[in-house]
């Protein structure tokens, strides 16, 4: 096992990995950008390097800013979380060859899997089923049209290099297309430096359903369930919860060993996510693999009881997994809140500032991974998530009871958060039945009203 890991991110997740690693008794280095010297993961880790500038650019993605400090500090081994660079090939490359354990999937793997219209292509030679879509490159906006209609719309445009909502549009017509089309790939120049985009049919109202997958460099894979995360704005995830209400145990069972297949046709070793589209018919699709832990996992360890971090480590320290697929047994009922510093009423604008008061809830079942403190100063220059809030119970109906109990007790004084949003989206008569779908939000939550 490593006796000493550099954590290259910051927040929430940074102070995750850090408690993971002081469990294990393996030294902790954090790296911060200049306004983020008084953040709290540089408190807790035993060594903390500054690596420049506030700008994410010239400090938590400054490949050799990082690669320096790792070096500097003598640590064996990064773990990129999520976001960043945890899904940057190159880094992960760069950091095998500079002899640095990459905690996650090797570049290979990365590099298939983030590009969009190659991971379709390997999924539909492994039996994985894809939505129907065009799979070649697009030469223009004229062709990218003659293939939409050919696909039959609506239709989604997508970037290849893609990921967090970024880079995506959605045409109902010619029309709107040809907008579609430039200002996707004019987004996903500006966010990834890659223009080039897939089409694929546009399934309506959808589930977003993924399956959390751990695999080691032994040949063994295992999935953990799956997460809902159909409640979203905008293409991001505001709610999560799992098990899903929507799947039976059989249809549970068969995504569960399609996940799998799908991790295997990557070769694929630590930890990731198959994310699926499933229609109001239970048809399922590969829509995409996240190659990094996901910002909801709490909720898939609240159910299996297991430390997905700390086996990360494992894995990439090259120990076998100890867990096989009859192990894992899903049990009770979990919910994620996405606690952020912005403000409904205003289109959910960030609200960056310093937190003046603070309370936060507790009690059994209630766990919060957070990264804020009385007094700290929500950067403006990051995202805007302070908290996610995570409220376990034997079933969905003491999960939901436990998280409005919890949020009616989360305090933020100083800034705008969304924690009363969140309470009303738990009373929508269509969360507490468990029918919703990826449109709800947008759809029906009347957000001057939250």
């Known amino acids: 096992m490593f006796k000493k890991i550099l954590i290259a991110n910051r927040g929430e997740i940074a102070v995750r990995i850090i408690r993971a690693c002081r469990e294990m008794g393996i030294l902790t280095v ?7 010297k008084e953040a709290l993961h540089t408190q807790l880790a035993d060594e903390a390097v ?53 905690i996650g999937p090797d570049y290979t793997s990365i590099e298939l899997m983030g590009n969009k219209a190659a991971a379709r292509r390997l999924m539909k030679e492994a039996g994985v089923p894809v939505v129907p879509g065009f799979e070649g490159v697009i030469d223009n906006e004229d062709h990218g049209v003659s293939i939409a209609k050919e696909i039959g719309y609506p239709v989604m445009i997508k970037a290849s290099a893609g990921g967090g909502g970024k880079g995506i549009r959605i045409a109902f017509n010619e029309e709107e297309f040809r907008k579609g089309f430039n200002t996707a790939k004019a987004e996903a120049k500006a966010c990834f430096g890659d223009d080039t ?14 399956f959390q997958v751990l695999a080691d460099e032994h040949g063994n894979v295992i999935h953990l369930g799956e997460r809902e995360c159909s409640l979203q704005r905008k293409n991001q995830k505001v709610l999560e919860e799992a098990p899903s209400t929507f ?17 295997k046709a990557a070769n694929y070793k630590n930890a990731g996510t198959i994310e699926f589209l499933v229609d109001k018919h239970c048809n ?12 909801e996992h709490p909720i898939t360890e609240m159910i299996t009881r297991v430390d997905i971090v700390k086996e990360q480590l494992k894995i990439a320290a090259g120990l076998p997994l100890e867990l096989a697929q009859e192990d894992i047994k ?31 809830p507790g009690g059994m079942g209630i766990r ?61 008569e269509e969360f507490l039945k468990g029918e919703y779908d990826t449109s709800f939000i947008g759809e029906k939550m009347v957000i001057g009203n939250a």
């Open 330 to 360: 899903l049990r009770g009922h979990a919910i994620e809140c996405r606690i952020n510093a912005e403000d409904p009423s205003k289109n959910f604008m960030p609200c960056p500032g310093k937190i003046e008061e603070l309370y936060v």
């Open 197 to 210: 985009l897939y089409i694929e049919k546009f399934v309506e109202k959808p589930r977003h359903i993924e």
């Open 30 to 36: 954090a790296v911060y950008s200049d306004i983020d």
């Open 50 to 102: 500054c690596i420049g500038p506030a700008a994410a650019k010239d400090s938590y993605l400054n490949e050799a800013n990082i690669i320096s400090a790792c070096v500097l500090t003598g640590a064996e081994a990064i773990h990129p979380g999520f976001g960043f660079l945890s899904e940057n090939s190159k880094f992960a490359k760069m950091c095998q060859e500079c002899n640095i354990t990459f």
């Open 284 to 295: 399922y699709y590969f829509m995409e693999m996240n190659t990094r832990i996901q910002v």
């Open 368 to 428: 919060l991974d957070s990264a804020a403190y009385c007094g700290y100063k929500i950067p403006h220059c990051y995202d805007s998530m302070i908290a996610k809030l995570i409220a376990f119970g034997q079933d969905r109906d003491e999960a939901i009871i436990k998280m409005k109990r919890a949020l009616g007790e989360f305090g933020v004084g100083g800034v705008k958060t969304n924690i009363d949003f969140q309470y009303s989206l738990l009373e929508q």
């Open 247 to 263: 799947l039976s145990e059989e249809l549970r069972n068969e995504m569960g060993e399609i996940a799998k297949r799908a991790a």
